[in-house]
């Protein structure tokens, strides 16, 4: 531990020598640099407190099946806050240890940091953990704060999706973040035929509201309660059903309303 905090001490030095002399260097203005100061000085603090996974070097060389039983045990409660995944479990959850582990890591934000900007393609969904964000859109009159356990862009697991405002940090926050094209890879390889019926089923609802509401990268109230209305409106397949029936048409259906076909109308 020591030995992390000189190393990360030599890489702060380094980084504030080669700050200073880019400022000198290109006659900055006394007012910029000191904004610049006062807003790094906040945020190196923040980098070195949060302690992450990725900082503890032995999570990445311990066997597998403790990797995934970790994950699991980190990320499963904030993936099953969006109702559909709650609902597949109730048909298997075979895959949850390996979505967790491999799609899903944990994100450091500092305050006054600018996470995302309108117009650009979400590659990743989020739910924060600590702290607060804001979002702003031309959209809307008001700014809207993110709170611990929202996810935000969630729409961009089910399909192509592009921001439609920014999103910053309040202050020190954490959040954890869902690759989509990881997801999309880790349930076409390990989820059941069946869940990925009720995926599909439920992707198909949910570009429905999407173009119906003209949702943003945050949900508002009206949200919630339509998608969690959609995701027990999915029916969950019956015990009866063969699974090893589920091939070409229904199975190639699924994955391809998880690869992200639907293109969404921001």
Not at 52 to 57: E, G, N, P
Not at 149 to 176: D, F, M, N, Y
Request: aromatic content about 8%; some cysteine; charged content about 25%.
């Amino acid at each position: 531990a020591m030995t992390q905090l000189l190393s990360l001490n030599a890489e702060q030095q380094r980084e504030m020598s080669s700050m200073r002399r880019f400022f000198r260097e290109r006659n900055i203005s006394e007012t910029i640099r000191s904004r610049i100061w006062s807003c790094y000085r906040q945020q190196k603090n923040i980098r070195k407190n949060n302690l992450q996974k990725s900082d503890v070097a032995y999570f990445a060389w311990m066997p597998k099946r403790l990797k995934l039983m970790l994950d699991k045990e980190l990320y499963t409660h904030y993936l099953h806050l969006m109702l559909i995944f709650r609902r597949v479990e109730e048909v298997s959850s075979h895959h949850d240890p390996f979505l967790c582990h491999a799609a899903m890591t944990e994100v450091n934000g500092s305050p006054l940091e600018e996470i995302f900007h309108p117009g650009k393609e979400a590659t990743c969904a989020m739910c924060l953990t600590v702290g607060q964000l804001q979002y702003k859109t031309r959209r809307l009159t008001e700014d809207l704060d993110v709170g611990v356990e929202e996810w935000v862009s969630e729409a961009a697991i089910w399909g192509k999706w592009v921001h439609t405002g920014v999103l910053s940090a309040q202050g020190p926050c954490r959040w954890i973040q869902l690759s989509v094209e990881i997801m999309r890879n880790e349930l076409t390889a390990s989820a059941a035929p069946p869940v990925l019926r009720m995926l599909r089923e439920y992707a198909i609802l949910f570009v429905a509201h999407v173009s119906a509401s003209c949702m943003l990268d945050v949900r508002v109230e009206s949200d919630t309660e339509e998608l969690n209305d959609i995701a027990r409106a999915v029916e969950i397949p019956s015990s009866e059903v063969n699974t090893a029936s589920i091939t070409s048409s229904a199975l190639t259906g699924s994955a391809s309303a998880i690869r992200g076909v639907f293109r969404f109308n921001n």
